[in-house]
Nanobody, 114 residues
Framework: VQLVESGGGLVQPGGSLELSCAASGIIFSINAMGWYRQAPGKERELVATITSGGKPNFADSVKGRFTISRNNRKRTVALQMNSLKPEDTAVYYC?????????WGQGTQVTVSS
């Protein structure tokens, strides 16, 4: 199983970024996918998930600002982040769980700063 994130970077407050995760080694279409983040000195936290059927779920802190989508043909899951705040600064990780085992990408840094 390989999950590879891309799209992180530096953005000003109020700006937007889109993260993408490319998956391989799994039957992508039947797996729920998720995005987590970890800020310095804090625990990793859930940002958003999307079921195999496309139903999204979001942390309260990002509701109304972030959207999650998946493309089963391309085996990708995207996280569109709008109205970014400095507190969104973190390393963002792609995640899936297969037969009770968690699989993580290497992470991509998102920094929101003026």
């Amino acid at each position: 199983v390989q999950l590879v994130e891309s799209g992180g970077g530096l953005v000003q407050p109020g700006g937007s970024l889109e993260l993408s995760c490319a998956a391989s080694g799994i039957i992508f279409s039947i797996n729920a996918m998720g995005w987590y983040r970890q800020a310095p000195g804090k625990e990793r936290e859930l940002v958003a998930t999307i079921t195999s059927g496309g139903k999204p779920n979001f942390a309260d802190s990002v509701k109304g600002r972030f959207t999650i989508s998946r493309n089963n043909r391309k085996r990708t899951v995207a996280l569109q982040m709008n109205s970014l705040k400095p507190e969104d600064t973190a390393v963002y990780y792609c995640h899936t769980e297969i037969s009770g085992t968690s699989h993580w990408g290497q992470g991509t840094q998102v920094t929101v700063s003026s």
